[in-house]
């Protein structure tokens, strides 16, 4: 760990007022081997890096205009998945945790991370020996959810406890199937979130909603990861320009919402808030 900070990290919950955040570029992005439930629809069709530089561009063009500074991570040929910056590191507090990648053929993305880190003076937690990833950790003040998946397990559950002793960690639980809680679930305001009720059990569900007013993602706009939607604060959030219902339900409850085509990118899993790693917001 450092013992020096230039940068000011902290991050306390999912819609605070974002101010810089780390992307990478789609550059090799490619299905070649199948590591989640999205992808196996798409092999046979592949992803055009083209036309996924293109959707991340505008995006980054986009957060640039709702004056977010934008870190953008080297991108690697041998890693594939580097856009989905979330999985790597997590902001609890002020403290910047890099995490233990479960998939091998992500094994390797957090070092690129740890060299932003270490080039630009930035203490870090590095997480070893848990499998836990960025997409199943939502932060909403002093309650830390994080969802067992099979990307992030119980022991790492446990060891987050230990190590943020003020905090609340409560676990969810939800279907295999789906790669990450922010898949299913996401934080958008003190009192709400979005959700998708099939993946969760009955005792989740009234978990969830002894905290929040939950609204629920259909079916076919979860496919296009409806839930994973990114604020940036001040109640602008971006979203998936094809999921209508969703991007309605927004609307109507006084939100900004922000409709980016990423229909390339989410062939691979993820969509806003997986591409997207904040490291500050106030």
Known sequence: MLLETRTK??????????????????????IREVINETQKHYKEDNISIDIAMKQHKKFVELLKEQNVEVINLPSLKKYHEQVFTRDIGFVIGEIIFVANMANEA??????ILKNYLEGDVISYYNLIGDQIEGGDVLIDGRNIYIGLSNRTNESAVHHMQKLLPRYTIIPISFKEKYLHLDCVFNIISPHEALYYPEA????TLKELKNHYDLIPVCQSEQFSLGTNVFSVGNKKIFSLITNKKINTALSERGYS???????????????????TLPILRK
């Open 106 to 111: 992500r094994i390797g993305e957090e070092d």
């Open 257 to 275: 919402v922000i409709e980016v085509e990423f229909s390339e990118i989410i062939k691979s899993g993820g969509s806003f808030r997986c591409c």
């Open 200 to 203: 969760f059990d009955e005792g």
């Open 9 to 30: 990290i902290a991050c306390n919950n999912e819609y605070d007022t974002l101010k810089k955040v780390i992307v990478c570029d789609p550059k090799y992005m490619t």
